[in-house]
C-alpha cells in the first residue's frame, strides 16, 4: 500500500515560525533591557567614587572656611545665612554679582569662589548621575556619605575635624548627615528660580549651619572646662 505524501501544513510553520522569532525578539529585549540597567547604575559603592569623593571633600571644605571664618559661633553662621538668603533674593543682579556678594561676605579665596566650588560640584554631580542613575536616592546618598566621611582613610587624607571632641564619632556622623543634605540641596540647584551660584551658596551656608549645630553638640567644651 502506498503512502500518501503528507502536504506540508503552512498553517503550523506559520505558527511555529511565529513563536519562534517572537522568543528571539523577547531575548533581545531581554539584553537589552539589561543593557540599559547596567548603563545607568553602577557596581561601584558611591562611597567609592572619586566624583563623589571630590564633591564630599569641596563641600566640607567651604564649609570648614565659613566656619572658621566666623568663629564656629552658631549665632554668627545663622546671621551670615541670613545675609546670603537676602543676596539670593536680591532682583535686578545677575548671577555672578551675588556670587561676588557672597564670596566676599563668607571670605572665598580669590580664584576659589563660588563660581568654582559650584561649577566643579555640578559638572561631577552630572557625571555621576549618568554612572549611577535611579541608585541615587536620597536613602543611599546619606548611607554612602556616612559611610565615606567616617572611613580612616577619609578622615585621615581630608584632615577635616581634627579638633579634639567630647563625642567625635556622633559629630562626624551628624556632620556627614548635614552634608549629605547638602549634597541633595546643590543636587536640586539646576531646578529652582536661583542661579547656580546663588544656590550653591544658600546650600553652602545651610550645612555650615547645620555643621555648627552639630559642633555645639559634640564638641564646644562644657561650661567650666
Known amino acids: 500500500m502506498i503512502r500518501e505524501s503528507r502536504k ?55 564649609a570648614e572656611i565659613i566656619f572658621n571664618n566666623y568663629g564656629k559661633s552658631k549665632s554668627s553662621i545663622l546671621e551670615v545665612k541670613r545675609l546670603v538668603e537676602e543676596i539670593a533674593n536680591s532682583k535686578g543682579i545677575s548671577d555672578n554679582e ?14 576659589a569662589g563660588i563660581e568654582y566650588y559650584a561649577t566643579l560640584v555640578n ?25 565615606l566621611m567616617e572611613s580612616d582613610t577619609y578622615q585621615n587624607t581630608s584632615g577635616r575635624h581634627a579638633n579634639p571632641c567630647r563625642k567625635r564619632a556622633l559629630y562626624i556622623l551628624c556632620s556627614a548627615a548635614a552634608t549629605s543634605a547638602a549634597i541633595l540641596c546643590h543636587a536640586a540647584c539646576t531646578s529652582t528660580l536661583f542661579g547656580m551660584f546663588a544656590c ?26
Open 8 to 62: 506540508p501544513d503552512f498553517e503550523e510553520s506559520r505558527r511555529v515560525n511565529y513563536f519562534i522569532m517572537r522568543k528571539i525578539f523577547l531575548t533581545f529585549i531581554m539584553f537589552g533591557f539589561i543593557y540599559f540597567s547596567k548603563a545607568q547604575t553602577s557596581d561601584t559603592d558611591l562611597r567609592s567614587n572619586p566624583l563623589f569623593i571630590e564633591n564630599v571633600s569641596k563641600l566640607n571644605e567651604v
Open 200 to 225: 550653591f551658596g544658600l546650600c553652602a551656608t545651610g550645612q555650615t549651619y547645620a555643621i555648627a549645630e552639630c559642633y555645639d553638640t559634640y564638641c564646644a567644651p562644657l561650661a567650666g572646662n
Open 98 to 111: 551675588k556670587a561676588d556678594q557672597m564670596n566676599s561676605l563668607l571670605g572665598l579665596p580669590q580664584g
Open 123 to 147: 559638572n561631577n554631580w552630572n557625571s555621576i548621575k549618568l554612572q549611577y542613575g535611579t541608585l541615587l536616592t536620597d536613602s543611599y546618598i546619606k548611607n554612602e556619605t556616612e559611610a
